[in-house]
């Protein structure tokens, strides 16, 4: 299977997402996601399908494809008028003709506007280009199987202007209103552009990101003299094992590895902190983070889709196209939206003129206003709009959701569990004492040879601290996740280091971090001490002071457990578990309330995927960063309490924008049947009841959440 990645112009709202999701599966897609917000559309696709097919596809419903290579569309509709290319233009062109038609109305007449034939002149560059769009995609749509909102628009459009040029066929001045035809179409073009700059708004902290991704940087070549020639490129352009000059004010164009140099960086775009980070040789660099003195020369070790940053952009991508539980509901009412609404402009027109005795036009008016004025896009944005700020706003503070519904899911928490070891400390761990039936040296040596086989914290302060230039050789090691590394060397002893557990039996000295054991013997241990995060007790008052059940959940000493407990104000304390005994407590405290689980270890994984949400840190194990639902990038947990007011918030926005949504139509069709509204102050309404939800959504990336 290949992953296909496009961006999709000229999905409004959430049935074209359905349309061309539809359309996908139809064609024998996998994984399926399209984001209507960001145009994003994402899908696996098997080997002999040609992608070609699958966009003129696509454009077949109505819509244009851009591929990420030629960054083009891939085909242009036959129907397009192609010196008008956005909404913003349309409505430029629309404007004068429906200003001059609008002159007719006014107290005095203006002679030759009196005149239907010039009325009608004036109309059709009105009625061409608006049904060049809307008519296009509504008969697109139609064809898909999953009618959109400019179903409504093209016909409301249509009826006034067909009901109009038969009143000029009969010169009956009763039957025309051109200026309604051009009222509509202008005016829905004002609101689309107006809308979509709304939305754009909600990915503006998303693109800021993907904007950092390309930058101009300084590669460094060797000329036929063997010497340093620097060749400016763009970042886009640099390869693995590239070398790169990076200086003082300048952005880093790609992940890399520091060879020489010194230098502060800017890590904003990645943790939210905009306080410089010192980095040496042999430190990584995150392409897009900012130097902000000193400079280095790197060697490039990813590029492209294998950036951090790249992996960042595309997580919350992927997140924004995921649907939580709240929006189905939404999804299913947008799916049978436009063909109720037909049924009830027809039930309009029928019961104004047949039982209320209302005239044929005014009947029909009315009818008119009740098809623009609805909206199935405002059903369609409560969702993503808020989701994408809410997206935003974490990944702008360093926090990545790896999915939509983990934001709602937010809402129920009433317990968070956390890890010891890299969690609630920092992981920086020193040894301060120890003690072996050996020499030092070969102890050291031997030890180093274990841990190095370790992603413990401990297991990899020791091996750091410790390391060695000849360590012994194993015929046989692995890691038991949860007490520590075995191993059978060449000669056929057996070697355990971990935890006390290992050493269960052969000691009753419970006190220190690591035990060593030959051949079942006891040959020494290590005690190592550990700093609290200076984060971790405001955090832990955060979520008391909330009401929210805080526990410790530790492979380690019950001593050393407790004692961090007790420094924290931690109540609830679970010492010396396996993954398994972890694993069985998260089930057991999940059965009686919501719990979200943070950790970092890979004896955390188990318990980060069985939480209701699985909170892991940008420092910790690759296992875990995978399994968690959600990563702070900020190295540590000072943003955890914001990841859970995100969380909350943006599910009140939710509710709060389909309330909006869903009381808007229900006001706004019976208010339109009756009368109330003209179709032109109706197409109006229709386009701000979008940006109102946009607008909310927006409030969601400066109001308080903690």
């Not at 000329?223 to 340093?228: A, P």
């Not at 046989?476 to 590394?485: A, C, D, F, S, T």
């Not at 690591?514 to 051949?519: A, C, D, M, R, T």
Request: proline share 3%.
């Amino acid at each position: 299977m290949e992953k296909v990645e496009w961006k999709v112009e000229g999905m409004d709202c959430t049935n074209c997402a359905l349309t061309i999701s539809k359309y996908l599966n139809k064609e024998g897609m996998k994984d399926v996601k399209v984001n209507f917000i960001g145009g994003d559309v994402s899908f696996d696709m098997n080997s002999g399908v040609v992608k070609e097919s699958i966009a003129k596809g696509i454009e077949g419903l109505g819509y244009k494809v851009i591929s990420d290579d030629r960054k083009q569309p891939i085909q242009h509709s036959r129907f397009t008028i192609h010196f008008l290319t956005n909404h913003l233009q349309r409505f430029l062109f629309c404007l004068p003709f429906t200003l001059v038609l609008m002159l007719h109305m006014l107290p005095w007449h203006i002679h030759f506007l009196m005149n239907p034939w010039i009325q009608l002149a004036i109309c059709l560059p009105v009625f061409i280009v608006g049904m060049s769009y809307f008519g296009v995609s509504a008969v697109k749509s139609l064809r898909g199987g999953v009618p959109n909102m400019n179903v409504l628009i093209a016909v409301g459009a249509t009826a006034a202007f067909v009901y109009s040029f038969i009143g000029t066929v009969w010169g009956n001045m009763d039957f025309i209103f051109y200026e309604t035809t051009a009222t509509i179409i202008t005016l829905v073009f004002l609101g689309e552009w107006v809308e979509h700059r709304s939305v754009m708004m909600t990915q503006k902290e998303l693109n800021k990101l993907s904007k950092q991704q390309i930058v101009m940087a300084n590669m460094i070549a060797f000329d036929e003299d063997h010497k340093e020639v620097i060749l400016p490129v763009e970042s886009d352009h640099l390869r693995v094992g590239d070398l790169v000059l990076i200086k003082s004010g300048e952005q880093v164009p790609a992940d890399c590895k520091i060879l020489w140099g010194d230098i502060h960086v800017n890590e904003a775009l990645l943790t939210g902190e905009s306080k410089p980070v010192s980095k040496h040789k042999k430190d990584t660099l995150t392409g897009g983070s900012l130097v902000t003195d000193g400079t280095v020369k790197a060697q490039v070790t990813a590029v492209g889709n294998d950036t951090v940053l790249s992996n960042i952009v595309n997580l919350v991508k992927q997140a924004q196209s995921e649907k939580p539980p709240v929006q189905q509901l939404a999804d299913k009412i947008s799916a049978v939206f436009v063909p109720a609404v037909i049924i009830i402009a027809l039930l309009t027109f029928l019961l104004n003129y047949f039982l209320f005795d209302i005239s044929g036009t005014n009947s029909l008016m009315r009818s008119i206003a009740v098809l623009v004025i609805s909206c199935p896009c405002a059903m369609g944005l409560a969702t993503p709009a808020a989701i994408a700020v809410g997206l935003g706003r974490a990944a702008k503070n360093g926090i990545l959701f790896r999915n939509a519904r983990s934001l709602e899911l937010f809402k129920n928490i009433r317990m968070v569990v956390f890890d010891k070891t890299g969690t609630l400390t920092k992981g920086n761990l020193v040894i301060t004492k120890f003690e072996s039936s050996m020499d030092d040296d070969a102890f050291k040596q031997l030890v180093f040879s274990l841990e190095k086989y370790s992603n413990h914290p401990i297991a990899k302060a020791i091996s750091t601290t410790w390391k060695a230039g000849n360590a012994v050789q194993w015929k046989k090691v692995q890691e038991i996740k949860g007490l520590g590394v075995e191993a059978e060397d060449t000669e056929g002893n057996h070697y355990k280091i971990g935890s006390f557990k290992m050493a269960d039996g052969l000691t009753n000295d419970q006190s220190h971090a690591v035990y060593v054991i030959k051949n079942d013997l006891l040959i020494g241990w290590i005690d190592v001490e550990d700093e609290v995060r200076t984060e971790a007790a405001d955090v832990i008052q955060y979520f008391n002071a909330k009401g929210i059940k805080t526990v410790l959940l530790s492979g380690d000493s019950k001593e050393r457990t407790n004692a961090v407990a007790a420094e924290l104000g931690i109540k609830e304390v679970y010492a010396e578990r396996s993954p398994e005994e972890k694993l069985k407590i998260i089930e057991q405290l999940n059965a009686a309330m919501a719990v979200a689980m943070v950790g970092d270890g890979i004896n955390d994984a188990p318990a980060l995927a069985k939480a209701t949400i699985g909170i892991s840190l940008s420092e910790a194990t690759q296992l875990a960063m995978q399994t968690a639902q959600v990563v702070l990038m900020n190295k540590g947990i000072r943003n955890l309490p914001m990841a859970l007011g995100l969380g909350k918030h943006t599910f009140s926005t939710i509710k709060g924008n389909l309330f909006w949504a869903f009381i808007y139509n229900v006001v706004a069709i019976p208010v339109a049947a009756a009368g109330f509204l003209q179709p032109g102050i109706a197409a109006l309404a229709m386009g701000l009841s979008d940006v109102v939800l946009a607008i909310n959504s927006v409030w969601l990336k400066y109001k308080k959440v903690i």
